[in-house]
Antibody, heavy 117, light 112 residues
């Protein structure tokens, strides 16, 4: 399985951005998918996750109410709609796939989001 | 939220010597299904994290057997029996038992 993120870029505070993640290769059903971010020079932070069914989602306290995760299994795609962006959202955003529960098995290369005026 | 605490945060090791990293959880990582979803990752500079160990002690494909994981409940350890140059990087423990997933702060392993 290969994951490819896209949609990052430079955006002003308060604006929106939509990240996408396309899965290719062996795209069998997974358990869940996640977005994890890493601010420059910092550690890893879980941002949001969604089960394969799409019926359960989760968000970190820092993004809840501003970010929305979704997926389209027919298109093998994961999305993150990011609204009301803040400078502290600046990070490399990774798409992560759980092939089995709790695994975080597969990671993409990340897409960089910079929030700055 | 659940907190994972790694130690040490910096680990200089001589080539061929063993290394050990501890990861302590603020709550049990035993899932309702009986499994413990505690994983270990390494991140090299400029690269995405790569999983080395899953469910406490299972090595991923291609991971040398000098890497081993152990522990239970809330205390876990990653051990490298003999450190090699390619082992340099930042090591993270990651729990997938509870949502949200949690990450340790990271341990920087370098060669002394």
């Amino acid at each position: 399985v290969h994951l490819a993120e896209s949609g990052g870029g430079l955006v002003q505070p308060g604006r929106s951005l939509r990240l996408s993640c396309l899965a290719s290769g062996s795209t069998l059903d997974d358990y869940a998918m996640h977005w994890v971010r890493q601010a420059p020079g910092k550690g890893l932070e879980w941002v949001s996750g969604i089960y394969w069914s799409g019926l359960k989602t989760g968000y970190s306290d820092s993004v809840r109410g501003r970010f929305t995760i979704s997926r389209d299994n027919r298109e093998n795609s994961l999305y993150l709609q990011m609204n009301s962006l803040r400078p502290e959202d600046t990070a490399l955003y990774y798409c992560v796939k759980d092939l089995k529960p709790g695994g975080a098995d597969v990671w993409g290369q990340g897409t960089l989001v910079i929030v700055s005026s | 939220d659940l907190v994972l605490t790694q130690s040490p945060l910096s680990l200089p090791v001589a080539l061929g010597q063993p290394a050990s990293i501890s990861c302590r959880s603020s709550q049990s990582l035993v899932h309702d299904d009986g499994n413990t979803y505690l994983n270990w990752f390494r991140q090299r500079p400029g690269q995405s994290p790569r999983r080395l160990i899953y469910k406490v002690s299972d090595r991923d494909s291609g991971v040398p057997d000098r890497f081993s994981g152990s522990g239970s409940g809330t205390v876990f350890t990653l051990k490298i029996s003999r450190v090699e140059t390619e082992d340099v990087g930042v090591y993270y423990c990651v729990q997938g038992t509870h949502w949200p997933y949690s990450f340790g702060q990271g341990t920087i392993l370098d060669i002394k």
